[in-house]
Protein backbone atom coordinates (compact mmCIF):
# COMPACT_ATOMS: atom_id res chain seq x y z
CA UNK A 1 0.00 0.00 0.00
CA UNK A 2 1.51 3.59 -0.85
CA UNK A 3 1.80 6.85 1.09
CA UNK A 4 -0.60 8.47 -0.94
CA UNK A 5 -3.43 6.13 -0.11
CA UNK A 6 -2.72 5.55 3.52
CA UNK A 7 -2.47 9.44 3.65
CA UNK A 8 -6.10 9.58 2.48
CA UNK A 9 -7.66 6.95 4.06
CA UNK A 10 -5.91 8.96 7.16
CA UNK A 11 -7.80 12.10 6.14
CA UNK A 12 -11.26 10.46 5.74
CA UNK A 13 -10.82 8.70 8.44
CA UNK A 14 -10.09 12.34 10.90
CA UNK A 15 -13.14 14.02 9.38
CA UNK A 16 -15.61 12.96 12.47
CA UNK A 17 -13.19 13.77 14.56
CA UNK A 18 -12.54 17.13 12.67
CA UNK A 19 -16.31 17.69 12.73
CA UNK A 20 -16.74 17.17 16.45
CA UNK A 21 -13.39 19.14 17.15
CA UNK A 22 -15.07 22.08 15.54
CA UNK A 23 -18.55 21.36 17.67
CA UNK A 24 -16.55 21.41 20.79
CA UNK A 25 -14.78 24.55 19.50
CA UNK A 26 -18.04 25.95 19.15
CA UNK A 27 -19.55 25.45 22.42
CA UNK A 28 -16.41 26.06 24.84
CA UNK A 29 -16.02 29.80 25.91
CA UNK A 30 -11.97 30.06 25.86
CA UNK A 31 -9.86 28.85 23.26
CA UNK A 32 -6.93 27.25 25.28
CA UNK A 33 -4.08 25.84 23.74
CA UNK A 34 -4.02 22.91 26.25
CA UNK A 35 -7.82 22.03 26.10
CA UNK A 36 -6.98 21.58 22.08
CA UNK A 37 -3.92 19.81 22.79
CA UNK A 38 -5.87 17.63 25.16
CA UNK A 39 -9.06 16.69 22.77
CA UNK A 40 -6.26 16.23 19.45
CA UNK A 41 -4.13 13.94 21.88
CA UNK A 42 -7.29 11.89 22.62
CA UNK A 43 -8.75 12.05 18.75
CA UNK A 44 -5.70 11.41 17.26
CA UNK A 45 -4.53 8.38 20.35
CA UNK A 46 -7.99 6.84 19.98
CA UNK A 47 -7.77 6.80 15.66
CA UNK A 48 -4.33 5.39 16.03
CA UNK A 49 -5.51 2.69 18.63
CA UNK A 50 -8.47 1.35 16.91
CA UNK A 51 -6.72 -0.07 13.85
CA UNK A 52 -4.27 -1.06 15.48
CA UNK A 53 -6.41 -3.31 17.91
CA UNK A 54 -8.89 -3.61 14.83
CA UNK A 55 -5.79 -5.62 12.83
CA UNK A 56 -4.31 -7.70 15.71
CA UNK A 57 -8.17 -8.74 16.16
CA UNK A 58 -8.32 -9.52 12.04
CA UNK A 59 -11.17 -10.82 10.99
CA UNK A 60 -12.58 -12.72 14.23
CA UNK A 61 -13.91 -9.93 16.18
CA UNK A 62 -15.68 -8.22 12.66
CA UNK A 63 -18.84 -9.83 13.06
CA UNK A 64 -19.48 -8.63 16.71
CA UNK A 65 -18.23 -5.52 16.29
CA UNK A 66 -19.92 -4.43 13.37
CA UNK A 67 -23.64 -5.56 14.98
CA UNK A 68 -24.05 -2.38 17.24
CA UNK A 69 -20.84 -0.08 16.84
CA UNK A 70 -23.01 2.11 14.52
CA UNK A 71 -25.58 1.91 17.51
CA UNK A 72 -22.27 2.96 20.10
CA UNK A 73 -21.73 5.92 17.96
CA UNK A 74 -25.36 6.90 17.39
CA UNK A 75 -26.19 7.10 20.70
CA UNK A 76 -22.92 9.05 21.93
CA UNK A 77 -23.11 11.67 19.56
CA UNK A 78 -26.61 12.22 20.13
CA UNK A 79 -26.81 12.44 23.71
CA UNK A 80 -23.40 14.86 23.66
CA UNK A 81 -25.00 16.85 20.77
CA UNK A 82 -28.37 17.45 22.61
CA UNK A 83 -26.52 18.20 25.69
CA UNK A 84 -25.19 21.02 23.85
CA UNK A 85 -28.38 21.96 22.14
CA UNK A 86 -29.72 21.87 25.62
CA UNK A 87 -27.57 24.08 27.27
CA UNK A 88 -27.29 26.45 24.28
CA UNK A 89 -31.59 26.94 24.83
CA UNK A 90 -30.72 27.53 28.51
CA UNK A 91 -29.66 31.02 30.12
CA UNK A 92 -26.15 30.62 30.29
CA UNK A 93 -25.51 32.41 33.36
CA UNK A 94 -27.79 30.00 35.67
CA UNK A 95 -26.34 26.95 34.46
CA UNK A 96 -22.49 25.43 34.00
CA UNK A 97 -21.13 25.70 30.03
CA UNK A 98 -20.77 22.44 28.83
CA UNK A 99 -17.61 21.46 28.60
CA UNK A 100 -16.41 18.82 25.84
CA UNK A 101 -13.58 18.89 27.53
CA UNK A 102 -13.40 17.22 29.97
CA UNK A 103 -12.85 13.53 30.62
CA UNK A 104 -16.41 11.89 30.47
CA UNK A 105 -17.51 13.14 27.33
CA UNK A 106 -14.18 13.62 25.78
CA UNK A 107 -13.28 9.47 26.06
CA UNK A 108 -17.24 9.34 25.11
CA UNK A 109 -16.29 11.81 21.99
CA UNK A 110 -13.01 9.85 20.94
CA UNK A 111 -15.15 6.27 21.30
CA UNK A 112 -17.94 7.07 18.88
CA UNK A 113 -15.24 9.29 16.35
CA UNK A 114 -13.04 6.39 16.22
CA UNK A 115 -14.89 2.87 15.97
CA UNK A 116 -15.04 3.18 12.13
CA UNK A 117 -11.18 3.12 12.55
CA UNK A 118 -11.47 -0.28 14.22
CA UNK A 119 -13.23 -1.62 10.97
CA UNK A 120 -10.95 -0.02 9.10
CA UNK A 121 -7.69 -1.86 11.13
CA UNK A 122 -9.74 -5.21 10.69
CA UNK A 123 -9.68 -4.51 6.57
CA UNK A 124 -5.36 -3.35 6.49
CA UNK A 125 -4.84 -6.85 8.17
CA UNK A 126 -7.05 -8.65 5.42
CA UNK A 127 -4.79 -6.34 2.59
CA UNK A 128 -1.26 -7.10 4.53
CA UNK A 129 -0.88 -3.21 5.27
CA UNK A 130 2.51 -2.05 7.17
CA UNK A 131 0.22 -1.22 10.19
CA UNK A 132 2.82 0.54 12.38
CA UNK A 133 3.03 3.35 9.65
CA UNK A 134 -0.34 4.05 8.94
CA UNK A 135 -0.89 4.13 12.60
CA UNK A 136 1.16 6.73 12.99
CA UNK A 137 -0.23 8.50 9.91
CA UNK A 138 -3.84 7.63 11.15
CA UNK A 139 -2.76 9.39 14.42
CA UNK A 140 -0.47 12.76 13.43
CA UNK A 141 -3.37 13.45 10.87
CA UNK A 142 -6.26 13.47 13.27
CA UNK A 143 -3.75 15.30 15.76
CA UNK A 144 -3.01 17.97 13.55
CA UNK A 145 -6.90 18.46 12.36
CA UNK A 146 -8.48 17.91 15.50
CA UNK A 147 -6.60 21.01 17.12
CA UNK A 148 -7.15 22.50 13.95
CA UNK A 149 -11.01 21.88 14.38
CA UNK A 150 -11.34 23.06 17.77
CA UNK A 151 -9.28 26.46 17.29
CA UNK A 152 -11.53 27.04 13.81
CA UNK A 153 -14.77 26.32 16.16
CA UNK A 154 -13.85 28.60 18.82
CA UNK A 155 -12.71 31.58 16.62
CA UNK A 156 -16.21 31.22 14.81
CA UNK A 157 -18.06 30.92 17.74
CA UNK A 158 -16.95 33.70 19.31
CA UNK A 159 -18.75 35.92 16.33
CA UNK A 160 -21.69 34.09 16.92
CA UNK A 161 -21.86 32.81 20.50
CA UNK A 162 -24.46 30.30 21.39
CA UNK A 163 -26.01 29.81 17.47
CA UNK A 164 -22.84 27.80 17.33
CA UNK A 165 -23.11 26.02 19.84
CA UNK A 166 -26.52 24.61 18.64
CA UNK A 167 -24.91 24.14 15.83
CA UNK A 168 -22.31 21.81 16.76
CA UNK A 169 -24.92 19.73 18.80
CA UNK A 170 -26.94 19.99 15.49
CA UNK A 171 -23.84 18.42 13.96
CA UNK A 172 -23.03 15.92 16.41
CA UNK A 173 -26.51 14.25 16.11
CA UNK A 174 -26.56 14.69 12.31
CA UNK A 175 -23.15 13.03 12.45
CA UNK A 176 -24.87 9.88 14.82
CA UNK A 177 -27.38 9.74 12.13
CA UNK A 178 -24.82 9.43 9.55
CA UNK A 179 -23.15 6.87 10.99
CA UNK A 180 -26.17 5.16 11.69
CA UNK A 181 -27.56 5.02 8.29
CA UNK A 182 -24.80 4.55 6.75
CA UNK A 183 -24.51 0.84 8.54
CA UNK A 184 -27.84 0.17 8.66
CA UNK A 185 -28.24 0.64 4.79
CA UNK A 186 -24.87 -1.57 3.98
Do not use: C
Not at 8 to 35: E, N, Q, R, Y
Request: aromatic share 14%.
Amino acid sequence: MNFTFIFFISISLAMDAFAVSLASGFSHPKFTVPKALRMALFFGGFQAGMPLIGWYAGTHIQKLITAFDHWIAFILLALIGGHMIYHALLNHSETPRFDPFQLKFLTGLAIATSIDALVVGISLALIKTPIFMTVAMIGSVTFLLSFMGVYLGRKSGDLFGSKFEILGGLILIILGLKILIEHLTA
